[in-house]
Every structure is written in C-alpha cells, then in structure tokens.
C-alpha cells in the first residue's frame, strides 16, 4: 500500500520542490512522462559522486541513450536539482527468463486444462512489466506461490528455471545484474529487468 501510495503521489509531494536525495532522483523519473520505471544508484565521475540512473520507458520501451525522454529528464533534472553534481541516465536491460513445471491436479472437481490455463494466466500477471522491478530476482519458490494458489492446484513441482535461450536448469533462483556504471573500457549498462517468455506457456503441464 505504501508503494502504491509513493507511486500515485503528485511529484511536488514526493520531493517537496527539489531534487536532492537518491530518492528525490527516482522519484523525480518515476513521475515523469514517458519513463514507467526507474531505479538511481550512485557513481563516480572521478572525484565526485554522481547520480546513475536506469530508466524503462512507459509500457516497457527501451529507450535509446539519446532519446528525447531522456534528453528532457536530464535537463528537467539538472533545473530541479544540484547543477554541480553529475547525473547519467541510461536505459533498462530486458531479459527474459522462462520455466517449467508440472502441476498436480484435483481432478475430480476440475478441468485440468482450465485450471492450467488459470495457472498461466496467474503467473503471466505476476511477471508483467507493471509488477516488476528493476534489478529484481525471480525465485523459484515465488512461482510456486502463485500457481499453488489457483483453485484446484493440489502441488506444483519446478522443473527448470533459468533465461531464455539458456540450458535448462533446476536453479532456485535468477539473479537480475544491477546497474553498472562505466569502468574503464566498460560501457555504462542499466538494470536487468527480467519479464517471463510468452513461450513458457508450453512448458506448464499436469503433473502425471
């Protein structure tokens, strides 16, 4: 409820006319049009620390680096907060992942495709971009929440867990790179955010 409350807040309210904190800055992307996620960590430009932040545009776009949302965001911060003090912005990572797993049944009272297709649907909902986080691990445990709390699941069982296009593993969690300032010859990347493949829908059977 406080997410949801900091998140539907107008930006006077959440930075109080100026930009100062690490929160300031996040909030301050959060409420700005055309970002629908952002995520500020600090950085170093030689001697001084800046601010470095991942932004996803609204409805999951990737943002090129020179996109006039951020060319704004950039100006719009540097007015509203220290000029002196260094801000990057850089686009989100999307990744992402898939999984499998065999779902036992109560037969005797449900249609064992309907419920796979509520199961689905389900953890389609809880893996949408809108529920997600920047830098946000996936847990095995935490898919089998979800699908154990469709009515008529009597267990489910994981199988696989891991990024599409990877091997298939049994893994009990995904870890999602944070951001990742430049260093040396490296280029600055945003955050992973990891989004669950429509293709794992195949891959959600009964268990037998």
């Known amino acids: 409820m406080a997410d949801e409350m900091r998140a539907s807040a107008p930006l006077p309210t959440l930075t109080l006319g100026r930009v100062v904190s690490l929160q300031d800055y996040q909030d301050y992307a959060l409420a700005f049009a055309g970002i629908g996620k952002a995520l500020a960590t600090y950085a170093w430009s030689g001697d001084t ?41 850089v686009p989100h990572v999307p990744v992402l992942f898939t999984f499998t797993a065999a779902v036992a049944i109560d037969t005797t009272t449900y249609d064992p495709s309907a419920v796979l297709g509520q199961a689905w649907q389900a953890v389609s909902a809880t893996f949408a971009f809108g ?18 709390g469709v009515p008529g699941v009597l267990a489910a069982r994981l199988t696989g867990l891991q990024r599409s296009g990877d091997p298939a593993t049994a893994g009990t969690a995904l870890r999602a790179a944070g951001p990742r300032p430049p260093s040396g010859t490296q280029p600055a990347l ?18 037998s």
Do not use: C, M
């Open 190 to 207: 945003g955050a992973e955010l990891l989004l669950l493949d429509p293709a794992t829908q195949g891959q959600l059977g009964a268990w």
């Open 49 to 89: 620390r800046g601010v470095f932040l991942t932004a996803a545009g609204a409805n999951d776009a990737v943002l090129a680096p020179g996109d006039p949302v951020f060319t704004s965001l950039l100006t719009a911060l540097h007015q509203a907060g220290d000029p002196y003090v260094p801000v990057s912005v």
């Open 131 to 148: 529920q997600r986080e920047l830098g946000q691990g996936v847990a095995a445990s935490e898919i089998i929440k979800v699908i154990q």
